[in-house]
């Protein structure tokens, strides 16, 4: 027994977990040097081509509700406070939505100071976190990629909306 109770514990302070991955919803932010995937699109990137961060820096545990028919997360104090403490350059911080270990979509966080428009998705998590296609709305290009099927069953099924 006691075995037992020295390897459980240096797993756990070796880092490894005893747990599977969690599943769910997760936002990675995208690792530094990935090139615009478009030509005349200032922030378009492949999302399955770009290097994320190897942590989440938010996940469900993190969300109080995230309603599909407006695209707002609402945040709990957890993620909050996550939110907080990350840099937003006033260009922005890509970032990549992952539901289930499957990359969905990538997007942006915007500073609210910035006065640069994005031609894709974008959201400010400080502020209200509704993910919008467009600043201004009539800045887009391409296709949007949020009403994706998949994570429409998730999140409705999770949050429990018709």
Not at 8 to 31: H, Q, R, T
Not at 41 to 63: A, G, H, R, T
Not at 88 to 116: D, T
Request: proline share 3%; aromatic share 16%; charged share 25%.
């Amino acid at each position: 027994m006691k075995y037992l109770i020295a390897i459980l514990f240096l797993f756990s302070m070796s880092g490894y977990s005893i747990e599977p991955n969690k599943l769910g919803i997760k936002i990675y932010c995208v690792k530094e040097g990935f090139k615009n995937s478009a030509k005349n699109c200032s922030y378009c990137f492949d999302v399955n081509s770009v290097e994320l961060s190897e942590n989440s820096i938010l996940d469900e545990n993190d969300f109080k509700n995230f309603y599909w028919k407006n695209q707002q997360i609402i945040l709990n104090n957890s993620g909050k406070q996550k939110i907080k403490k990350i840099k937003i350059e006033l260009s922005g911080l890509p970032v990549v939505m992952v539901l289930n270990n499957k990359r969905i979509y990538g997007f942006w966080f915007w500073n609210i100071f910035s006065s640069f428009g994005c031609d894709r998705v974008y959201t400010y998590p400080e502020k209200d976190f509704k993910i919008k296609f467009g600043l201004p709305t009539n800045n887009t290009f391409g296709k949007d990629p949020r009403f994706n099927k998949i994570l429409e069953k998730y999140v409705r099924n999770k949050y429990k909306q018709d």
